[in-house]
């Protein structure tokens, strides 16, 4: 296909990232340009940059119409991507200009290169070594040889940017030529892979078809952890590379990139490129331009990477398809996993959703034919899928401020008798969820807030999940004055850690929660330290859940497994399933059969039922049938409405005006609920107000609710936004 061309002085239409809700009109730059082009445009007394959306509307006063400057030295946007674009945006009902600031997100992109200076470690030391020079050198060494621009060393430092020049000055750092954005090594697609088990291959080979057909396709790969996914998944990369097509891996954690990384290299012979918010600036801008310019063959990375200007993409892994970091939470409000078929489609590429737990909705669009499906039957090798037994905490005797039952404890003892690991498993940061006074009642809560301070005691600070505000622990109750009363109530992992070490002194007890760890380095240390055999007890939150290898691992214990199930949200159930499976499956990887025991009071609950049978597809076929009669996703269709303003009575007066207004929404047999406050009610001072609007599948429910939206003015300093199909209900 190629892009329409327009002669210097033809009336042009320009997309920019100004906050304005139209492409602008100018006349061609000197040379002409074509759609997709990037351009540098005059706008007010500034320059900004843009692409040709294509020719102009002409509806603006042809005297007034600007020359474009210049286009830039930039791969042209491709036509699909353009398309891309703005189906997203009309899917998410997101102006265009943001969608492409989310497409052109990488710094320095019209930088010409001599204007860059990049740092890293040099061969000198200091003469003297101060806490801020100790700062940069421990940050350039963590990042092993990377450069960093000079803003964002000092700003990742924590320190001013005279710091670094000194270091230059005694030759610790060295201060370089930023170079040319060099591609990435070529990847070796022929280099023998694993050999397969006749499961993988035959999964392989199926995918290998698709990818040859050379058209799109989404395939739902489910196995249980272990199975071999990844190796079948690299055999769908290496039949993209050898086509000459280029292809994403999506990952849902950073934490997990660098195991990856590794596996990649042992299966193509060089790295691939990365993209994630831990990647440097110029890595970003290396990876960005040579993505569009052909010169990266494999990208790996993090939600936003399914927005870089790819060449020619054969192929997007969306691996733990059904994990709900793929859902953007702020700005863009996207579905990673639903945006990749999207994309598939317009690119003619094939799509592999890889999971253990595949998400309701994936499960669906195979029931319906659209998905194809393939299945690991087993763990790679001779290890089993655990063996999961309920622990019914009714008739366990366990001493109030304790969470471990006589039961889960003898299992753990058995462990460390034979020298195998044990994770006590929950999903509770910190030590106590709810600090109280026993003198007057108060619960702690966050000034910023309608939340509950979480007491940290490692870290011997109180802290809000919500919006991260930290506090030291009070002596006395801040409410009634009186000391030494304080008490937690409840426990996080940290409070389980302690109940550990006290239970089985003799044993090396260790936490694995996210907040403990400084870095994502830090933290895959540790994780490879504990699978070398470093602990006998880990005591973990969902990040022990996501795909790490622990093969020392025979016993997984669940402390409360009802958690959950409490929730009002539409997906507990789901979630409950999804994630005790993921848990359960880190028990007994290597030679020994795990044991996955679960704690709760509800034993005979539907979903506890479920997991501990193992009946998978009857699961799935309640909880869809259950979601058919509700109307509700992936059935029926939502969106939720947040209003937000630092006035509570705005931001209800805005809610009650749109239902009344709801007309729009009417017109396509939509329902409409609320105004009601959220769930959390308040965050960072914001107060806020939910709506939701569910309709039929086949509703046109984006251009109803457009129309709904644009009724009402939105004040300054109250927020208005969308999410469509909705995953947190918070
Ligand atoms: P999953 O992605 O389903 O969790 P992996 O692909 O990571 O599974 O496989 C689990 C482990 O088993 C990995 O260490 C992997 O290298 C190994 N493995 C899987 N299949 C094979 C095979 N056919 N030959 C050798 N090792 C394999
Ligand atoms: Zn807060």
């Avoid at 869809?624 to 996703?633: E, F, L, Q, S």
Wanted: net charge neutral; charged share 25%; proline share 7%.
């Amino acid at each position: 296909m190629t892009s329409p061309r327009f002669e210097e002085g033809a009336l042009i239409g320009v997309l920019t990232t100004q906050p304005l809700d139209r492409v602008l009109d100018y006349r061609a730059p000197r040379g002409g340009c074509a759609a997709g082009d990037h351009v540098e445009v005059p706008f007010g007394p500034r320059k900004v940059t843009g692409v040709v959306w294509g020719q102009g509307a002409g509806d603006y006063d042809p005297a007034k119409v600007k020359s474009a400057i210049r286009v830039l030295d930039l791969p042209p946007m491709r036509a699909p991507m353009r398309e891309f674009l703005g189906r997203v945006a009309d899917y998410t009902l997101t102006p265009m200009p943001a969608m492409l600031r989310l497409a052109t997100r990488a710094p320095g992109l019209t930088d010409p290169p001599g204007m860059r200076k990049i740092y890293r470690r040099g061969h000198g030391q200091p003469a003297r070594m101060t806490p801020a020079r100790a700062r940069v050198l421990d940050l350039l060494e963590e990042h092993d040889g990377l450069g960093f621009m000079l803003g964002e060393l000092a700003d990742l430092a924590g320190v001013g940017s005279s710091v670094v020049k000194g270091l230059v000055a005694s030759g610790a750092v060295a201060e370089e030529e930023a170079p040319r954005d060099v591609p990435y090594p070529p990847l070796d697609p022929d280099m023998a892979g694993k050999a397969l088990t006749t499961d993988q291959e035959l999964a392989a080979a199926r995918l290998r078809e698709g990818i040859a057909a050379g058209r799109y396709g989404t395939t739902l790969l489910k196995g249980v952890t272990g199975s071999g996914k990844t190796e079948v998944y690299l055999e769908a990369v290496a039949a993209c590379l050898k086509a000459g097509r280029q292809a994403l891996v999506l990952l849902p954690e950073i934490a997990l990139t660098a195991e990856f990384l590794t596996r990649v290299e042992a299966r193509f012979g060089a790295k691939p490129a990365e993209w994630h918010s831990g990647v440097t600036t110029t890595e970003r801008r290396r990876c960005w331009k040579m993505v569009a310019e052909n010169g990266a063959q494999l990208v790996v990375g993090a939600r936003s990477a399914l927005f870089l200007p790819f060449h020619d993409l054969g192929l997007i892994v969306v691996d733990e398809e059904h994990d709900t970091s793929y859902k953007q939470e702020d700005g863009v409000l996207y579905n990673a996993r639903d945006m990749a078929v999207l994309r598939a489609s317009l690119e003619k590429a094939q799509v592999v959703l890889a999971s253990a737990t595949p998400s309701l909705e994936s499960w669906v669009n195979v029931q319906q034919g659209k998905y194809a499906r393939l299945d690991l039957e087993s763990r790679y090798g001779p290890a089993v899928m655990p063996e999961m037994r309920a622990i019914d905490m009714r008739t366990e005797e366990v001493p109030s401020g304790s969470w471990i039952s006589p039961a889960l404890k003898g299992a753990v003892m058995q462990r460390l008798e034979r020298g195998e690991q044990s994770l006590l498993f929950l999903n509770r940061r910190g030590y106590a969820p709810l600090t109280l006074c026993r003198a007057c009642g108060h619960q702690i809560g966050c000034k910023h807030c309608d939340a509950r301070m979480v007491e940290h005691r490692f870290l011997k600070r109180l802290m809000c999940h919500q919006c991260g505000e930290t506090a030291p622990m009070p002596e006395t109750c801040p409410n009634c004055e009186v000391a030494g009363k304080l008490a937690a109530v409840g426990p996080g992992v940290e409070r389980i850690t302690e109940e550990a070490q006290a239970l089985f002194p003799d044993a090396r007890v260790t936490v694995l929660s996210s907040d403990l760890f400084g870095s994502a380095r830090a933290l895959k240390t540790r994780i490879l330290e504990i699978a070398e055999g470093a602990a006998d007890i880990v005591v973990g939150t969902q990040l022990v859940a996501k795909g790490h290898n622990f093969p020392k691992l025979t016993l997984v214990g669940v402390i409360d497994s009802d958690l959950g199930l409490q929730g009002s949200d539409l997906r507990a159930a789901e979630r409950t399933f999804q994630l005790m499976r993921q848990v359960a499956g880190r028990a007994g990887r290597a030679e020994a059969r795990g044991t996955a025991l679960l704690q709760s009071f509800q034993p005979e609950h539907p979903v506890i039922r479920a997991i501990l049978s193992g009946d998978e597809e009857g699961f799935w076929a309640a909880e869809a049938a259950a979601r058919r009669a509700a109307g509700v996703p992936p059935y029926g269709r939502m969106a939720g409405i947040v209003i937000s303003s630092p006035d509570m009575q705005q931001a209800f007066d805005l809610g009650n005006r749109l239902a009344r207004l709801d007309a729009p929404l009417r017109r396509i047999g939509a329902q409409l609920f609320g105004p009601a406050p959220a769930p959390i009610a308040r965050v960072r001072g914001r107060h806020r107000v939910r709506l939701l609007v569910k309709a039929e599948k086949t509703a046109p429910l984006q251009s109803a609710l457009a129309e709904w939206a644009a009724q009402v003015r939105v004040p300054a300093n109250a927020r208005l936004a969308i999410d469509i199909d909705p995953q947190s209900f918070l």
